[in-house]
Structures are given as C-alpha cells and as structure tokens.
C-alpha cells in the first residue's frame, strides 16, 4: 500500500494541469513592426481590452505604436505613432481605471501621459496630456496604482521613486535614499499599500510609500550577479526570479513575516535572459518569460507543499523580444481562455492564447471569479491621506464590453488661479471686461462644437484613407 504522502504526489489535483498554450492563425497577428531594439529588461507591450501598444524604432526621438485589437494584419508603414518623447521609450503601461489613457517612461527623463482616441488618429498624437518631470536621469520603470485614479509610480535611473497625480500633474511623493545602486523593477501590492522593488545592490525591499519607510528587506534573495525581478502575490507572500551563484536561473516564494527563509527556491536552467514575471491572481497562475527565450513556464502557487507547482511549458521557435499580458476582463470567456500574451519578435507581434479546456459550453465560474474592474475605488487624495481600498470587482459571465472613450482632464493647481479679495479696490484690466455668464456659456458651447466638428472630419478622413488602402491594394 502507498503512504498517503505518496499517493498525493504522484497526481495533484488541480484545474490548471492541462492548461494549454496556442498562437493565434496567422492573419490574427500584427504584422511589420519595427519593434524596439533598445536593450533595457521592460516588456516592451502593454494591452488592454481595447488596443495593443508596442515600443517601436524611431528616428530622433521616442515612440510607440498603438493598435486597436480588432486591427490584425500588415500595418501601414505610415501608420500613425505616438511621439512626443526625444530619446527613445523605455516602459509604457495602460491606465487599469480608463482604457483611453496610457503613460510612457523616456530616456529623456520625462514621463507622459496620453490619451488614445478609439478612432485611428490622421497623424501621429505628439501632444500628451500631461508631461511629468521630476527625475535626472532615464526613466525606465512606469506603474499605476491599481485601485486609487491617477496615481502613477515612476522610477528612473536616478534611484528615485516618484508617486504623480496624474489629475493635477504634480509630485506626490519623491522616495529618496532608499535605494544605493540602479532600480530593477517596481510592483505594487494588491490595494497599492505597499511596493516592492529590486535593486542592482542585490536587496529585495517593501516600502509603504506613504509613510516612505522601509517595512521588510532582504539581502540577495538569489546570489548571482544578474536582474532580480519580485512581485506581489494576492495574499502578501512575494515572488522572485534571479540567479543562483552558478549562473542558474531561480524562482523564489518568500512570506514578508519570515523574509529570511524562502518558502520555496527552485533551480530552473542555465539560460541567461532575465525571466520577466506575469501574475494572475484569480488563478494564482505565474507565468514566466524570459527575454530571448523561446518559451513561457507557468507555475501555480498554492498554500501546499512545494508551494510552487509547476504546471506546463508553451514553447515555440522563434525568440521573444518582448511580451504584453491582458487583463482578464479583456479575455474571451465562451472559449475557457485564462490568459493571453502578446509576443513581440522583430518585426511582428503574435497573440499566445492559454486555454483550460472544458466539455461545457456554459460559464465556468470557478475559472472566472470575479476580477478587478475599471473603475477606481479611491480617489488620489484618498489614497494620499492614508485610505487604503481592496479592487472593486466586476463578474465576467456575461463577458467584458470596454466603455467608450472617457477624457482624462488636468487640474494644474496654480497659485495665479487664487481668486482676488473681494471688495472695490479691484482694478478693472483690460482682461477683465464683463462678460456675461451666457456669452461666456455660448462661446464655450461653439468650441465644443467646433471640436465636434474636427474629431467627425479626422474620422472621415481616417474612412476614407482606409478605403482608398483596400481599393489600391485590390487593384494591384
């Protein structure tokens, strides 16, 4: 008879055994893009349920590429771009709160923040809503709180992490002389309470930003030399890859109450790129990508010995240059889909489809537990003073339909915009002259109108540009 230890080991139970990794057809991906060949360990692709967005090459300057998802096939060499930066874009990142509004990270020191149109744009977008300079040096590291609006961290080469509000484009929070040496990666915990950040000086930190303290440390969770890479798990444990001193690539589980021990270290190979985590919480699923390498590994992480089980491996041919990971809302239920990743190679990008496959053609709602929606569950100033507030979740059953385009407005807090004291000795200016509260309304209601006007006509112009491509294309 087999001790039950046994028994237990020989099969573990788990819905994600057979979890099952697929390229789209060939038509479904995004074909003739110049992808970035700037060496810095980002992902180089971030998507949403509405588009994906891609660091590209770019003459004199920095750009990136920005698709709606429904837009597969060859793009258009003249394709329009979002260039606003003068060095090239190291790190882009979609805001969780509004699918329009993505944030760029630059070599140029600066971070952006744009809005995208659902339409395809006539020319590139070069203007961002907000331009947000504080670092010294590049920016390399650009990440949104997941649950307060307009909360944006940065993190450049500086060794300086900055909290904005993107609302209003200010500094929040500059966190200095936390970190001695080139700043790894940066994540935030689930309610954004907390981070964790990896540094060149080979220590794993959590930092409450907002009391900027350093709560827990560890000295070289992996002893080798290269990138360490740590991210937050749902329930606070803390995940890391890196490098053992023989130069072999590891995983690690660690609990922050015991940061001395890890839970779990595992040796996997020998192969040098940094190993780029992506976590979904729903599932407890980590996926792991290595920049160069050909293949993602995926792991689940459970509160069982060995803690760390691994899963499967998707592999293919050809090298990754860089991976972009959907959210779950934007994930096709009615096909069990848990995950989608989108490759980047040299010159494409190829969506990655995990599936568990199921019998059942009805919701499979131990796959889908509710998620994080799109709506914030704080406000900056909330967060700011110290609330701290879980996702707010939506249900999947029915599927995800992303809102239509909502405008992200800034507030530039000013001190010129200090009303006067009341009383006579006002001076009448120029400027001041007595316009009447309705012709002030009727000229405000003619701009918007006016840009009514313009947005219909690019759009026009962008139908017509697209029709005039099928209508050549047909006749070659």
Not at 23 to 45: G, L
Not at 413 to 418: C, H, Q, T
Request: glycine share 6%.
């Amino acid at each position: 008879c087999t001790p039950p230890a046994m028994s237990r080991r020989v099969v573990r139970q788990s819905k994600f055994r057979h979890v099952f990794g697929q390229p789209v057809k060939a038509d479904q991906m995004y074909e003739d893009i110049r992808v970035s060949k700037v060496t810095w360990d980002s992902s180089f692709c971030a998507v949403n349920p509405k588009f994906v967005a891609i660091i590209v090459e770019s003459g004199g300057g920095g750009a990136f590429m920005v698709l709606p998802l429904a837009k597969t096939g060859r793009v258009d060499k003249n394709y329009p771009l979002v260039t606003g930066h003068t060095a090239p874009v190291l790190d882009i990142d979609w805001c969780p709160h509004n699918d329009n509004v993505i944030a760029s990270a630059s070599e140029d020191t600066t971070v952006m923040v744009w809005q995208v149109p659902d339409y395809v744009p006539v020319r590139n977008i070069t203007e961002p809503v907000v331009t947000l300079e504080g670092h010294s040096k590049r920016v390399g590291i650009i990440s949104w709180h997941p649950t307060a609006r307009n909360v944006l961290l940065s993190a450049g080469c500086d060794n300086l992490v900055i909290l904005w509000n993107v609302g209003t484009g200010e500094m929040l929070l500059a966190l200095e002389d936390m970190h001695t040496d080139l700043i790894y990666n940066v994540g935030w915990n689930r309610n954004g309470s907390l981070l964790v950040t990896t540094c060149k000086d080979k220590k794993v930190r959590v930092i409450d930003p907002r009391k900027q303290q350093i709560v827990a440390e560890k000295d070289k969770p992996h002893d080798g030399a290269r990138p360490i890479r740590a991210i937050f798990m749902a329930d606070g444990k803390i995940f890391t890859t890196g490098f053992s001193k023989m130069s072999e690539r590891q995983l690690g589980l660690w609990d922050l109450k015991n940061f001395e021990e890890p839970i779990a270290l595992q040796e996997m190979d020998t192969s040098n790129g940094v190993l780029l985590p992506f976590y979904d919480s729903d599932s407890s699923i980590v996926y792991l990508c290595g920049k160069g390498d050909s293949s993602i590994r995926y792991f689940e992480i459970t509160d069982e010995a060995p803690y760390v089980h691994y899963l499967n491996t998707y592999s293919s041919k050809e090298p990754q240059r860089g991976m972009g990971f959907m959210p779950k809302r934007g994930l096709d239920v009615s096909k069990c889909e848990i995950a989608r990743f989108f490759k980047l190679h040299e010159r494409k990008c190829e969506p990655i489809v995990m599936t568990v496959p199921r019998k059942s053609d009805l919701f499979q709602d131990d796959l889908y537990p509710d998620t994080p929606g799109p709506e914030p569950a704080l406000e900056a100033d909330e967060w700011l003073s110290g609330k701290d507030a879980e996702p707010i979740l939506i249900s999947l059953r029915d599927g995800y339909v992303p809102v239509k385009n909502r405008e992200l407005k800034v507030i530039k807090k000013n001190i010129l915009d200090n009303k006067p004291p009341p009383g006579p000795r006002r001076s009448h200016s120029t400027c001041d002259s007595d316009i009447s509260q309705s012709a002030l309304e009727e000229v405000l209601e003619q701009i918007r109108v006016l840009k009514e006007t313009v947005q219909a006509q690019e759009k026009r112009i962008s139908d017509l540009e697209n029709k005039l491509c099928q209508f050549t294309n047909g006749t070659d």
